[in-house]
C-alpha cells in the first residue's frame, strides 16, 4: 500500500475532528453571548459563500474550522450538526437565542421560505456592519471626554491629598487668620484624608461607597417598569443627550423595520421582532400601537407621530412610503439620513462637551489656586509694609 501524504493525513484528521460531536467549552459562567463584531464577521462571510453557490452544510464547516476554539465555534459546529440532520438553517440558529437573536433569525427564515436565502444575508450582513459602525462612532466618540473627565477627577484627588496638607504645614507656621476659602478647602482636604475620622482617607472612602450605592440605586429603579420610563424619558428630553438618543433610536427602528420588510418577513410579525428589539420603553409603547392600529386597519405614520420621538418630516415620508408600496425603501432611506445625522449629533455633542469639562476643571483648579496662594500674599504684604 502507498505511503500517505501529510497533506492526504491532514485532512483525513481534519474530517475526523469535524465528524465528532461538539463539546461545549467549559466556563464558569452560564449563558454565554457573542460580540457583534465576530456575529457581523461571520454573516459577512456567509452571504460571500452562499453566493457562491455553496452548499449550506458546507458553507457552515468551511466557517467553522477557520473559527478560534471557543463558545461561538462550538454554537457553530452545534448548527452544522442540526442542518446536516436536516432541520432548516433558521431553527438550527433559533435553538442558540445568546448568539442568533430573533431578528437574525426571522430574517434567514424568511430567505428559506422565499428560496433567496443568499440576498437576505447580504441584507442581513449589510445591516449588521452598519449597526456596528454606528455603535463604534458613538462609543469613539464618547471616549475622549470619559478620559479627559477622569484625569481631571485624578488631578484634583492628588491636588487635594497630596499638595494642600503641605500648604497646611506652611500656613500652621506662618500662623495668623487665614482667608475663609482657604479654611474651605483645608477642611475638604482633611475631610478626605479622614483626619479626625475613623480610619485613614475614609472621605474618599465614603466618595467611593457613595457613588457605588447611586449605581446599583440607578439599576434596581430602572429594573423597575416605572423607572424605566421614567429614565427613557428623561434621556430624550436631556439638551443635547436627548437630540442624540432620539435619532439613534429612530435610525435603528428604520433600518431594522426596513430590513425585515425587504426581507419579506410579514408586517406585524416584523413589528413585533422591532418591537422586542427596542431598549426604549417610549418608542416600544409607540411600536405597539402601530401594531394594533396595522390589525385594525390603519396606517404605520400616525402612531409614529403620536410617539413625539419621531420627526414630521420621517412621518411623512414613512406615509408615503405606505402609500407607493415602498415602505420598505422609505425607511432604509430614513435610516442613511439619520445614521449621518447621528454623526452630526455625536460631533455636536463632543465639541460642546470638552470645552464644558476644561471650563469646569479650570475653575476648580482656580479655586484651589486662589485658596493656597492668598494667605502667601498677605504674607508679601506685610514684608513690604514692614519693610
Known sequence: MA???????????????????????????????????????????????????????????ILE??????????????????????????DAMGKHPGVFDELYVNMVKAG???????????????FKEKAERLKKRIVSASVYPMVVFIVATAILFFIMIFVVPKFEEVFAQMGGELPA?????????????????????????????????????????????????????????????????????VARFSRTFGTLIQSGVPILEALNIVRDSIDNVILRDAVTRVHDAIREGENIARPLG?????????VNMIDVGEETGELDKMLLKV???????????????????????????????????VALFLPLLG?????????
Not at 74 to 79: K, Q, T
Request: charged share 25%; glycine share 10%; with cysteine.
Open 306 to 314: 403620536e410617539s413625539g420621538i419621531f420627526d414630521d418630516i420621517v
Open 112 to 126: 428559506e421560505a422565499g428560496g433567496v436565502l443568499d440576498t437576505i444575508l447580504n441584507r442581513l450582513s449589510e
Open 65 to 90: 474550522g477557520q473559527m478560534k476554539a471557543g463558545y461561538f465555534k462550538w454554537v457553530l459546529a452545534n448548527v452544522r450538526e442540526d442542518v446536516e440532520s436536516g432541520s432548516p438553517l433558521s
Open 181 to 249: 476659602v482657604t479654611k474651605v478647602l483645608q477642611r475638604v482636604s482633611s475631610w478626605l484624608l479622614g483626619k479626625g475620622g475613623p480610619f485613614p482617607g475614609a472621605g474618599v472612602v465614603y466618595i467611593l461607597i457613595f457613588i457605588v450605592l447611586m449605581v446599583v440605586a440607578f439599576r434596581l429603579v430602572k429594573m423597575t417598569k416605572g423607572g424605566k420610563r421614567f429614565f427613557d424619558r428623561v434621556k430624550l428630553r436631556m439638551p443635547l443627550i436627548g437630540v442624540l438618543t432620539r435619532k439613534t433610536i
Open 3 to 61: 505511503q500517505k501524504t501529510s497533506a492526504q493525513t491532514r485532512k483525513e484528521a481534519a474530517l475526523a475532528e469535524l465528524s465528532q460531536p461538539a463539546k461545549k467549552p467549559r466556563s464558569i459562567l452560564g449563558g454565554k453571548k457573542v460580540g457583534d463584531k465576530p456575529l457581523t464577521l461571520f454573516t459577512s462571510q456567509l452571504a460571500i459563500l452562499q453566493d457562491a453557490g455553496l452548499p449550506i452544510v458546507r458553507c457552515l464547516k
Open 335 to 369: 435610516a442613511d439620513t439619520y445614521d449621518e445625522e447621528v454623526d452630526l449629533a455625536v460631533a455636536s455633542f463632543v465639541s460642546v462637551l470638552e470645552p464644558l469639562l476644561i471650563v469646569v476643571m479650570g475653575i476648580a483648579v482656580g479655586f484651589i489656586v
Open 379 to 387: 504674607i508679601v504684604e506685610k514684608i513690604g509694609q514692614g519693610g
